[in-house]
């Protein structure tokens, strides 16, 4: 706890300061605005009039340079919403400051400096958060009871699918640029990857073929069709396909799961959750959706972390299974996550 926090006791309101004002960040502002208790007070981007306009509508300071940010005494914790290339030394500042922090996925875009910052994360005992967002929807809370369930049966089998069109809706923008944003596992489909870990377990292997089979110039160097096996610890087997070069108004099968347990099969998407058995489909009730930013706060507030279901370490796991998919694909043969 900072030396500001602790005079102020544990029922103060939350002095929040963002470090990046991107699409992601003015999410996480929007849903902070809805959330009693928590207060944005500082607001940073590189492009100052992103910073002016997201000071305007949250009624936070602006500032160009994190560091200035981070000067301030009154905060309680710091979101980083910056594109993968950008993730680094931000984080390591914050921790400096012994600060709690959500950092928007993918935590970084190699492994050497996501481990430097897990390993900063570890000593300083911090309190941390990854957007991995999904996870705490009702959806997701009703599918892992389900097969964690003592007559659930054995799981056998997952599917995961990531089909959008935000390659073809952005262009050649840094998404599209390998170099700052690893493609799409890793910029995007990282939800659909840390969902099949949260779900059926950890994965063992993987082998990955991608293909530049739609996209022409104009939109970045990027592959933009995946195809992915993955082995699990558990003896599962999965796959996972991913594009972004369809119709950018097209989201129905972007993040949705299918998972053959026992005899049974179930259908998970981010709203709905389905389960056929004996050739009966029913829809199993759904817990209320948990609001990642509201846990956020309320762990920041209490120091409780039991909520809080996507730790810096978890995100790191999620980026090594990425990354190990990139790497498969780039070497033409099975990559080990644990063995980056």
């Known amino acids: 706890m900072n030396d500001a926090r602790a005079a102020r006791g544990t029922d103060h309101t939350i002095h929040l300061g963002f470090i990046g004002c991107g699409g992601n960040a ?22 100052p009039e992103t910073a002016q306009q997201a000071a ?9 340079e994190y560091t200035a940010l981070l000067e301030r005494d009154d905060l309680d914790a710091v979101y980083i919403s910056l594109p993968v290339f950008a993730h680094g030394a931000p984080e390591m500042a914050v921790i400096e400051r012994g600060l709690p922090m959500l950092v928007e996925k993918p935590v970084a875009l190699d492994m050497a400096t996501a481990s ?20 705490y929807r009702g959806s997701a809370e009703a599918a892992k009871r389900l097969l964690s369930a003592h007559d659930a049966g054995p799981l056998g089998i997952v599917h995961g699918s990531y089909w959008c069109g935000t390659g073809r809706q952005h262009g050649a923008t840094w998404r599209t640029q390998r170099s700052k944003s690893g493609g799409q596992i890793l910029e995007q489909a990282t939800h659909t990857l840390d969902m099949m870990r949260f779900l059926a377990g950890e994965v063992d292997e993987v082998f990955a073929y991608f293909g530049r089979a739609i996209l022409g110039e104009g939109h970045g160097d990027t592959p933009d069709v995946h195809s992915v096996t993955l082995k699990f610890e558990n003896g599962a087997v999965g796959t996972l396909s991913a594009t972004w070069a369809l119709d ?5 099968h972007a993040n949705v799961l299918q998972i053959g347990y026992g005899a049974r099969r179930m259908v998970w998407k981010v709203d709905a959750l389905s389960v056929t058995d004996d050739m009966l489909t029913s829809e199993p009730d ?4 948990g609001n990642i930013d509201a846990i956020f706060v309320d762990a920041v507030r209490t120091g409780d972390r039991v909520t809080l279901r996507s730790d810096y370490a978890e995100g790191v796991k999620s980026l090594a299974l990425c990354l190990a998919i990139n790497e498969s694909a780039r070497l033409n043969r099975p990559i080990r996550p644990a063995g980056l």
């Open 248 to 252: 950018p108004k097209d989201w129905s």
């Open 116 to 135: 430097e910052i897990e390993t900063a994360v570890t000593k300083a005992n911090l309190l941390t958060c990854v957007g991995y967002q999904l996870r």
């Open 26 to 47: 003015r999410g996480h502002m929007r849903s902070l605005g809805n959330v009693p208790g928590a207060r944005i007070v500082g607001v940073c981007d590189v492009v």
């Open 56 to 64: 305007g509508q949250t009624g936070a300071q602006p500032y160009t």
């Open 286 to 289: 759904r817990p209320t959706d």
